[in-house]
């Protein structure tokens, strides 16, 4: 009789050619191969009926080619030919692919703006062309949360690229359905105004804020880290981006609002030498201000307690400048001063009363203080209740300290000044004036006058070249103050005077520098009863 080779008396051909299904049913029954096996070809072996097998192999043979259908969709699932995944600010309209496209901005208008290197990868994109000279013009009504980036306004100043890429933002879009996306690196974002002041925490904080023309142009300026986004199937499944940064310039409409400004810093106006520069200084108004966000070239760099000084403003009033700061002003940066706003009138002895002006006190450590510590202290002082728009800004450099008692020796000054700790010191004659003069050649270079000349204090290499008197001028005229005697002891170091030993004094009413004639042991009070002790730090 001939061997059959069906199925139907074969069940050992039909158990092979379909291991997987009797592999998974071993497994789902917790039974071991074999015995799935056996009980099938038992099955078949007590069924002589041809037209019974027939009857189990038409239950059993469609599970078979699900399960196969189902075993093919497995093996493939890892591997689906489609496109990478990618980011996008408008649901997928818009893809970024690129760095660049991480560095894109979305008008209020809706145009998407990326930089313009490959404008051929954002085809329906405005490509960017700005700079400081032709900046982009938004309408007068922009707020800054109208303008969109990557960045969420919530996150500033950075947000992680792995937090954007799903809920609640979902930036992060794969056209093959794969939703289990993943990204690495950052972006940052950095708002500047038109003097170069880092606004962004204050858009953060005021993201509702209009922009000001009087602020303009903006500088905004994004930057990518190294990135990548990918997802867990597909192929390609990754998209990687370089490092980048670019950087938006834009403004607004002036609407003919005039701009709140400083026209100039007034301390003490008494004395000056007269070869002043007219574009540094005025005789009448006192410190011209130039560039309010550079405090370099702002008035003052040096400071002691209960000195006051005004501003003279345009376009805004001591009392908006108050109710936008407050009357007390703490140091962006640094430690040890605060100041004190209230609205004024200059006035200075023999020169009549002036005009109104905003006066601003410095409060710091004096020879009182249980807590004498000053680091250089940074202060911004602004035009609105947002801090988006400066008004002046300025750094206190050195502060100065002024003894209860005089020493009488120079070794009693140098002890005094150490003990206060913090870095206090005697001052060398450039910590006091920029003058030249009797033993003393460290003022303004090539100048041979023994007076002050009435300017900022500036760095030469590592040290100053001058202080606090050329720039408050006599400031033992200033009510309130500490500094009550007409001279100050100065360092010995780099001292030219004659006998190499002697002491050198620098006048407080107009800054020249002179030799004592006596030795650094004895400072002999009934010759030098009005010369005084000074601390300066650091």
Request: with cysteine.
């Amino acid at each position: 009789m001939k061997e059959s080779n069906t199925f139907l008396d074969h069940p050992q051909k039909l158990i092979s050619k379909n291991t997987f299904l009797f592999t998974w049913l071993a497994s789902y029954f917790n039974y071991r191969l074999c015995v799935v096996t056996k009980l099938v070809e038992r099955t078949f072996s007590l069924l002589k009926c041809s037209n019974l097998r027939l009857i189990l192999l038409i239950i059993i043979y469609p599970v078979l080619f699900v399960n196969n259908a189902n075993a093919l969709s497995a093996a493939t699932a890892n591997v689906v030919n489609g496109s990478a995944p990618y980011l996008s600010l408008d649901g997928g309209e818009t893809k970024i692919n690129s760095a660049e496209g991480l560095l894109g901005i979305t008008l209020p208008n809706g145009h998407y703006i990326p930089p313009g290197v490959n404008s051929a990868l954002y085809p329906n994109a405005t490509i960017d062309t700005s700079s400081a000279s032709n900046p982009i013009e938004l309408p007068s009504t922009t707020t800054f949360a109208d303008i969109q980036t990557m960045v969420p306004v919530a996150s500033y100043p950075s947000i992680e690229l792995n937090k954007l890429v799903n809920s609640p933002y979902n930036y992060g879009k794969d056209d093959d359905g794969d939703v289990e996306i993943s990204a690495t690196g950052s972006l940052a974002i950095q708002w500047q105004d038109k003097k170069g002041q880092d606004i962004t925490i204050q858009v953060k904080n005021h993201q509702k804020a209009t922009l000001s023309a009087c602020s303009a142009p903006y500088k905004l300026t994004l930057t990518a880290t190294s990135s990548s986004i990918s997802t867990k199937y597909g192929q390609p499944n990754s998209n990687t981006f370089i490092a980048d940064r670019y950087s938006y310039h834009i403004v607004v409409p002036n609407m003919d609002r005039p701009c709140p400004s400083v026209a100039f810093a007034q301390p003490n106006l008494l004395f000056s030498a007269g070869d002043e520069s007219p574009d540094l200084w005025n005789d009448q108004k006192g410190f011209k201000v130039a560039d309010v966000g550079d405090t370099t070239k702002n008035f003052p760099t040096t400071g002691a307690n209960k000195l006051y000084f005004f501003l003279l403003l345009k376009n805004i009033t001591p009392e908006q400048v108050i109710a936008a700061n407050g009357t007390k002003v703490s140091a962006t940066n640094g430690m040890g001063v605060t100041l004190s706003l209230s609205k004024s009138t200059t006035g200075w002895r023999d020169l009549p009363l002036g005009e109104a002006a905003l006066k601003i006190e410095l409060n710091g450590p004096d020879i009182s203080s249980n807590n004498k510590a000053f680091t250089p202290s940074l202060f911004n002082i602004y035009a609105d209740s947002t801090h988006l728009e400066l008004l002046y800004s300025f750094k206190i450099e050195r502060w100065y300290i002024i003894p209860i008692q005089r020493s009488h020796t120079y070794e009693d000054i140098q002890k005094f000044c150490r003990n206060l700790g913090n870095g206090y010191r005697v001052p060398d004659a450039n910590d006091l004036t920029n003058a030249n003069g009797d033993g003393w050649t460290g003022g303004i270079p090539g100048r041979n006058i023994n007076n002050y000349q009435r300017r900022l204090s500036y760095r030469d290499s590592n040290r100053w070249i001058g202080g606090i008197l050329n720039e408050w001028g006599y400031i033992t005229d200033t009510p309130n103050n500490a500094f009550l005697n007409h001279a100050y002891w100065v360092s010995q170091s780099n001292n030219t005077c004659r006998s190499g030993s002697e002491i050198l004094f620098a006048n407080s009413m107009f800054g020249n520098v002179n030799c004592s004639g006596y030795t650094t042991r004895v400072i002999e009070e009934d010759q030098y009863d009005n010369v005084g002790d000074v601390c300066v730090s650091p």
